[in-house]
């Protein structure tokens, strides 16, 4: 089973941009990679997900390299409001698979400003 | 608001007893799961329902057990209660109707506490 690795903190700045690495040594073929943003006494909120190369939506870029045994969530020019803890998370469903979800222990962001 | 409701937001309750916690998904998504997160850790995978069976398992005790439901909600049951319990108990629903698309939305949370 893949495991995930990812650092307990972090702290950055107002206007920085912030990289966290999640890395998973053992990641299957079929395994996708999904990072997931939790503020405190509310469940986790999708950010993004990957499965190769470089990934970027409205909030977020995902880099992954080409073994995938790691990958970078980055978010650009943070904001106070990012102060939260960052999971990552590796697994794929497919209606005939059996699989287990594997959550890093997650990454708590502090913004300053 | 994610779609996902949980019942009851708050339980406090004494060691040795029975709880159920509720959940319901998403319209329309087949696939419930249910974490558990103690105070300041991850998030502990304990058990995937889809479409009314059991499809993966985790960290989950003997103590504890779930279903899901024909209308597709599901419930938690967690008996002969510890004090090491206490926690917040998610649940989260997603699509699953594309391939390899892990995008789980997840309830309120109901916060467990065992006295």
Redesign the interface.
């Known amino acids: 089973l893949a495991k995930t690795t990812q650092p307990i903190s972090m702290d950055s700045y107002e206007g920085q941009e912030v990289n966290i690495t999640c890395s998973h040594n053992n990641i299957a073929t ?1 395994d ?1 990679i ?1 990072w997931y943003q939790q503020f405190p ?6 950010i993004i ?1 990957g ?1 190769k190369t470089k990934v970027t939506n409205e909030v977020a870029s995902l880099f992954i390299p080409a073994d995938r045994k790691s990958s970078t969530l980055s978010l650009p020019r943070v904001s106070l409001s990012d102060t939260a803890v960052y ?1 990552c ?1 590796v ?5 005939d698979s ?4 594997i ?4 990454t708590k962001l502090i913004i300053k400003p | 608001d ?1 779609g ?1 409701t949980q019942t009851p937001k708050h339980l406090i309750t004494a060691t040795g007893q029975r709880v159920t916690l509720r959940c319901s998904p998403r319209s329309g998504d087949l ?1 419930v ?1 249910w974490y558990q997160q103690s105070l300041d850790q ?4 304990l058990i ?1 329902y889809y479409n009314g069976e059991e ?2 398992k ?1 960290n989950i005790l003997e103590r504890f057990s779930a279903q899901q439901f024909p209308d597709l909600h599901s419930e938690l049951n967690l008996s002969s209660l510890e004090l090491g319990d206490s926690a ?1 108990y ?1 649940c ?1 629903s ?1 699509d ?1 109707s594309r ?11 109901t ?1 467990l506490t065992v006295l």
């Open positions: 079929n996708y999904t006494s509310q469940g986790p909120r999708f997900q499965y999971y998370l697994g794929d469903w497919y209606e059996n699989y287990q979800l959550w890093g222990a997650g | 994610s996902v696939s799961y991850g998030l502990q995978f995937q499809r993966a985790g917040l998610f989260a997603q699953n391939e390899g698309y892990n995008e789980q939305f997840f309830g309120p949370g916060r």
